[in-house]
């Protein structure tokens, strides 16, 4: 079968470095909002705050990194943001343990971990792009997408029963152990990495940091995607602190219930990532990612009507299930359609750019619809993003995609 074959032995390491630093991360889901609110008693306005504090400075900071990366070997940057990663999650056990953690520790952690990850997901393009033939980027960034449902269904569910029986640190520890097997898994890569695109000048101008921006606002379709994602990921992630505080403290469910709330219909990820290339060549990518993108848009708003109880499981299991369904086919054919459009010698920059502006538009978001959670109540908040999500697919492009770089 053409999804099964393989890709090359550069790839099978990326896939591994990705899936194991992935599956730690879903086994953490939330884990500093559980802490923020089970072990520091964080109001709901604080546990916004620390989420959107965390991406909004660390995409400040990622800023500078866009051309800094274009211009140097791009695995030994992706190890270095992954022991940066590890060292600073592995800070949070040790504070917990000495009764030293504070909310102040979360939020310069948050920070550190979301420059980081611009970085290693900027570099981990371009180490794809390389790694894979242009004909085969649906399929390679179709297993990715699988593998991060895969670690979304299991993740959550494993890292709440693990927080019962071992306490509220150790799915963090989980997540550190992930960030040094990535990095283990890049350095087996193997093989000559292609040199870096050379500068033209010592240090960096003005025209370099916006590049990757103007890359994407230059692009027609490009554009169009870029404002339908990073709309849609803000919404959708504004209400996660939200939901936090709506399922464990204001409807009393367990940690490992929230977990599975949201982790088991991830199976629907899986099964969209699975069906994206199939669908991709059957009906081409612009009709699949209308159709996907249109509803995924259709979800989130019964979030908010969540009941208590068994009943509360099952419409929360129902309606993520939809929408990851949808996001599992959308993403990849999204991925593999803008890596196709990017120039080489861009890559990093436009990948760091929509990295930047998809966290500091979630950081804004998630800040305004914790305020927001403040006046009008948590299920007002959750509502209000649903109603804004239906009319995202207005973004999305309605004339056929082009197949030529930007």
């Not at 999650?89 to 030293?100: E, K, M, N, Q, W």
Request: aromatic letters at 8%.
């Amino acid at each position: 079968m053409l999804a099964g074959r393989s890709l090359g032995r550069g790839y099978d390491w990326l896939w591994t470095a990705f899936a194991v630093s992935t599956f730690g991360t879903w086994v953490a889901f939330d884990a500093f909002a559980l802490l923020a609110i089970l072990v520091l008693h964080a109001r709901p306005e604080e546990v916004s705050a620390l989420a959107a504090v965390g991406l909004l400075a660390g995409a400040a900071v990622a800023v500078p990194l866009g051309p800094w990366i274009e211009f140097r070997r791009k695995r030994p940057v992706m190890i270095a943001m992954d022991l940066l990663r590890f060292a600073a999650t592995i800070s949070v056990p040790f504070a917990f343990v000495l009764g030293r953690l504070t909310f102040v520790q979360l939020v310069v952690v948050a920070v550190i971990m979301a420059a980081s990850d611009i970085a290693f997901r900027a570099a981990s393009g371009v180490c794809l792009k390389a790694l894979v033939r242009p004909d085969d980027l649906v399929i390679a960034n179709g297993r990715l997408e699988a593998t991060t449902w895969t670690a979304t269904a299991i993740g959550p569910p494993l890292g709440g029963a693990a927080i019962g029986v071992l306490g509220p640190v150790v799915t963090v520890i989980a997540n550190a152990i992930g960030f040094l097997l990535s990095a283990l898994a890049i350095r087996r890569i193997g093989g000559s990495e292609p040199a870096p695109a050379q500068r033209q000048a010592q240090g960096f101008r003005a025209a370099e940091l916006i590049e990757g921006w103007r890359a994407i606002l230059a692009h027609p379709v490009l554009r169009l995607l870029f404002f339908n994602t990073v709309l849609v990921n803000g919404l959708i992630m504004a209400t996660a602190p939200l939901l936090a505080v709506l399922m464990l403290r204001d409807l009393g469910f367990a940690p490992w219930q929230y977990g599975l709330a949201f982790g088991a219909p991830c199976i629907g990820g899986l099964i969209g990532a699975r069906l994206a290339p199939s669908l991709a060549a059957r009906f081409g990518q612009h009709n699949v990612l209308l159709a996907a993108g249109t509803l995924r848009a259709c979800w989130s708003l019964g979030l908010a009507f969540m009941p208590n109880g068994t009943v509360g499981i099952a419409v929360v299991f129902a309606l993520q299930f939809g929408l990851v369904t949808c996001a599992g086919i959308f993403n990849p054919v999204f991925a593999a359609y803008r890596l196709a459009q990017i120039e080489m010698e861009r890559t990093a920059r436009v990948l760091s750019a929509w990295t930047i502006t998809s966290s500091a538009t979630i950081a804004v978001l998630t800040a305004l619809w914790g305020v927001l959670a403040g006046f009008a109540g948590v299920r007002t908040a959750i509502a209000l993003s649903g109603l804004v999500l239906l009319a995202t697919p207005l973004l999305l492009p309605r004339r056929a995609l082009s197949t030529s770089a930007a």
